[in-house]
């Protein structure tokens, strides 16, 4: 076989089973052997950033490799948001990009779409990706190869390979899959016994999980164990869907001073928080109304295990699930009463205008008698509205909150095989990569897309309520629709919501784009709540101290 027979045949023996890119000249030849020998099926949209978002909403939900390959230079950095995204939220994302050949590389000349040097690109890729390969030896490409998808799928994070085109046809052989490396058993017994200790003298323990027991694909595991010791479950903000299809004794999501306070003083309070895949950053723990205690946690992420200033490493997550749930048994703390979350339901059909949260309460109408249908959402009230909405399935960028991301990740799951997808967006989003949309008269794929058009930035206006710049135009989205493939209308009350909804839940074979106009200042219950918590928590403590005179008091942050 050839180089990029062997490439091919090595991905889709780690997981992957498409491709999503854009062809340019340094790629041609490695798309046309894609498209000849059939490995796997390749998707392309239209702009880079969308087909990066796509792999990544693929990756995401299917816990498996995400392809995107692109052209050198002009393809591959205008991929660099979309992959620092992936890096960030722990998406093991594989860069394929097309790279001059050596010929050209010896010439003289400046090539086009070169920035400083020939191997910028690879240097910026070396900030976002946890590993690399250039391509430029056919013997030892099997071997780089075999590391490179290896550590994509330990460490749950992109990585980078460079194929030069003039290199696409050169006889290489198979690439192996190399066996993980197993945790020391003795290590990991050990360290899952003091959890279990820390945990059976806890009054209130409680489990909190994030986004690494999707990537690792135990979360049937981590239900397992969560009824096997009778402890409680939540969510992270970042893990929002995980545990959907499962029996798990599930909370609800943790959004500390914008959640529900009984949900957020069982997590704040536990005595023994037991931290699986949770990634500590703002999203998740920014808005807490009482700062957690870290080092009294339990925490299992990046191939270590922290606790009580103790470091077990390389101690994976499912080697400790495994033990845990080998050593564990209830701990018999029932007493707690902590109840799940309710999701509103009954969507009011009159002719009020529309609030987000009447979205929310007609799209779980929907999952009631569509059960299971999986969200793609951007970031922006459209995401803190799906906090609203009964725990499904759920991509969307929590943590690094790139604009952008739902419509083609909607797109990335129905060509994944997720089933039909509904996209929440708001219209800023909407106007960056919309016109993605486009591509599904191609493919097939019939999205349902519910456009948040408050003709705003209207989570930027909440932290900036007199601003002027957080202002868009009306851009009547839903009259592009047709000429993009699809079918759109505008509605403006609850009840041609629900009308608009029933229609688009009836027909299939072309994408439902849904234009929800909402009075600008009109935002959900959780962002409310976001806001205000933020603001609380950045209001500078002035000390109480006695005036004397005239004193310049400088509040202490």
């Known amino acids: 076989m050839n180089l990029s027979q062997a490439l091919l045949h090595a991905l889709h023996d780690h997981g992957a089973r498409e491709i999503f890119g854009i062809p340019g000249d340094f790629i041609l030849a490695f798309f046309r052997q894609v498209e000849t020998t059939g490995i796997l099926p390749m998707y392309t949209l239209s702009h880079e950033p969308a087909v990066g978002f796509a792999a990544d909403a ?111 046809h050169a006889p290489c052989a198979q690439v192996p899959r190399l066996s993980a490396p197993r945790p020391e058993a003795r290590t990991v017994a050990a360290c899952a016994a003091a959890v279990l200790a820390r945990l059976s003298q806890a009054r209130s323990p409680l489990l909190l999980v994030g986004v690494e027991i999707r990537r690792f694909g135990i979360e049937h595991k981590v239900a397992r164990l969560a009824r096997l010791l009778n402890i409680p479950v939540a969510t992270t903000f970042m893990g929002r869907g995980l545990l959907a299809d499962t029996d798990a004794p599930l909370l609800g999501t943790y959004l500390g001073l914008a959640g529900p306070a009984p949900l957020t003083a069982a997590v704040e309070q536990s005595d023994a928080l037991l931290m699986l895949g949770v990634i500590v950053s703002d999203t998740n723990f920014g808005v807490s109304a009482k700062k957690i205690d870290l080092h009294g946690s339990i925490q299992a992420c990046d191939g270590a295990v922290t606790m009580d200033y103790r470091v077990y490493p390389d101690v994976t997550l499912e080697a400790l699930v495994d033990a845990l749930l080998e050593q564990g048994h209830a701990l018999g703390n029932a007493a707690q009463d902590l109840r799940p979350a309710v999701y509103p339901l009954g969507l009011e059909r009159d002719a009020a205008s529309i609030a987000p949260r009447d979205i929310a309460r007609a799209l779980n109408d929907v999952l009631a008698s569509h059960p299971g249908l999986p969200l793609a959402a951007d970031i922006g009230d459209c995401l803190f509205t799906a906090l609203d909405i009964a725990h499904t399935d759920l991509v969307a960028p929590g943590y690094y909150a790139t604009m952008g991301y739902g419509v083609p990740a909607g797109l990335g799951l129905q060509a994944a095989g997720a089933g039909r997808p509904v996209i929440l967006v708001g219209d800023g989003a909407f106007q960056m990569t919309g016109w993605e949309l486009g591509n599904c008269q191609r493919y097939g794929w019939d999205p349902i897309v519910i456009v948040f058009n408050n003709c705003s930035w209207e989570m930027l206006r909440a932290f900036e309520p007199d601003a002027g710049f957080t202002d868009l135009s009306d851009w009547h989205f839903a009259d592009m629709a047709p000429s993009l493939g699809g079918r759109g209308c505008r509605v403006s009350t609850r009840a041609e919501l629900g009308v608009a909804l029933d229609a688009a839940l009836g027909r299939r074979g072309r994408f439902e784009l849904i234009e929800v106009m909402i009075p600008r200042g009109t935002v959900s219950d959780t962002l409310e709540r976001f806001v205000q918590g933020v603001r609380r928590l950045q209001q500078p403590v002035v000390a109480a101290v006695p005036l004397v005179g005239c004193l310049d008091l400088e509040p202490a942050l």
């Open 58 to 168: 693929a990756a995401r939900y299917h816990a498996r490799l995400g392809v995107a390959a692109v052209t050198y230079g002009a393809g591959a950095l205008n991929m660099v948001n979309a992959v620092a995204s992936s890096y960030a939220e722990k998406v093991p994302l594989v860069v394929i990009a097309g790279a001059p050949g050596a010929a050209e590389r010896t010439s003289g000349y400046l090539l086009h779409h070169q920035a400083k040097t020939l191997d910028s690109q690879l240097a910026i890729f070396r900030e976002i990706t946890c590993d690399q390969v250039v391509l430029d030896d056919p013997a030892r490409a099997p071997q780089d190869l075999a590391r490179v998808l290896a550590n994509c799928l330990s460490r749950s994070r992109p990585v980078y390979v460079e194929l030069p085109r003039d290199l696409v």
